[in-house]
């Protein structure tokens, strides 16, 4: 199972909105609704964002929102925030195995 | 939260046996991963314990199948992963994290703060 393709840099400037690629098959992201997304700030564990394609944990803002369109999600973080600047990483559930795949994180930038 | 324990220095081919004990709640019906993350790189899913209801099984990603084991005690709510026969390619934090299979949501909630395992001669 290839891991997912993600664009290594988004930037943004404050109060903009910004949207991230996810791109995976069949297999993963268009075959089940089950794709999460994963906030990192650097030297800190990943925080949990998104589930099941467009879900928010409680606690999570409102400004962070998923999607889905055949076998790519996004995510789109909009009113651009410079506590926003971090790597974030999108998972997808595969049903075979391995039962995860993640892809490579893309770094986002608040200008 | 979950707070890892165990990570440190060894050399290849030898073992190193992980620890993660969840702080204000218990294991109960969740199922629970782990994932590492190499020195630089990005996440990669190692391996899954299933809850009680899908028989407490595993599974494991390739890189690691046959050399690492996931357990866990519910009784003293702890959960383990044995790594033995380490590589040098086995360097990386490992976090363990509540969730993936078919529980609340499918995905991995809850963190630890992650512990450094090192492999070097």
């Known amino acids: 199972q290839s891991a997912l393709t993600q664009p290594a840099s988004v930037s943004g400037s404050p109060g903009q909105s910004i949207t991230i690629s996810c791109i995976g098959t069949?297999?993963?992201?268009?075959?089940?609704?089950?794709v999460s997304w994963y906030q990192q700030h650097p030297g800190r564990a990943p925080k949990l964002m998104i589930y099941?394609?467009?879900n928010r944990p409680s606690g999570v803002s409102d400004r962070f929102s998923g999607s889905r369109s055949a076998t790519t999600a996004s995510l789109t973080i909009s009113g651009l925030q410079t506590e926003d600047e971090a790597t974030y990483y999108c998972?997808?559930?595969?049903?075979?195995?391995?039962?995860?795949?993640f892809g490579g994180g893309t770094q986002v930038t608040v200008l | 939260q979950l707070v890892e324990s165990g990570g440190g220095l060894v050399r290849p081919g030898r073992s190193l046996r992980l620890s993660c004990t969840p702080s204000?709640?218990?294991?109960?019906?969740?199922?629970m991963s782990w994932v590492r993350q190499a020195p630089g790189k990005g996440l990669e899913w190692i391996g899954l314990?299933?809850?009680?209801?899908?028989?407490?099984?595993?599974e494991y990603a390739a890189s690691v199948r046959g050399r690492f084991t996931i357990s866990r005690d519910d009784s003293k709510s702890i959960a383990y992963l044995q790594m033995n026969s380490l590589k040098t390619e086995d360097t990386a934090v490992y976090y363990c994290?509540?969730?993936?299979?078919?529980?609340?949501?499918?995905?991995?909630?809850?963190w630890g703060r992650g512990t450094m395992v090192t492999v070097s001669s």
């Open positions: 994290t509540r969730g993936g299979w078919f529980g609340d949501l499918m995905g991995f909630d809850i």
């Open positions: 998972c997808s559930f595969t049903g075979s195995s391995p039962p995860y795949v």
């Open positions: 099941d394609v467009t």
């Open positions: 204000g709640f218990t294991f109960g019906d969740d199922s």
């Open positions: 069949s297999s993963d992201i268009g075959g089940y609704n089950y």
């Open positions: 314990f299933r809850n009680k209801r899908y028989g407490g099984t595993t």
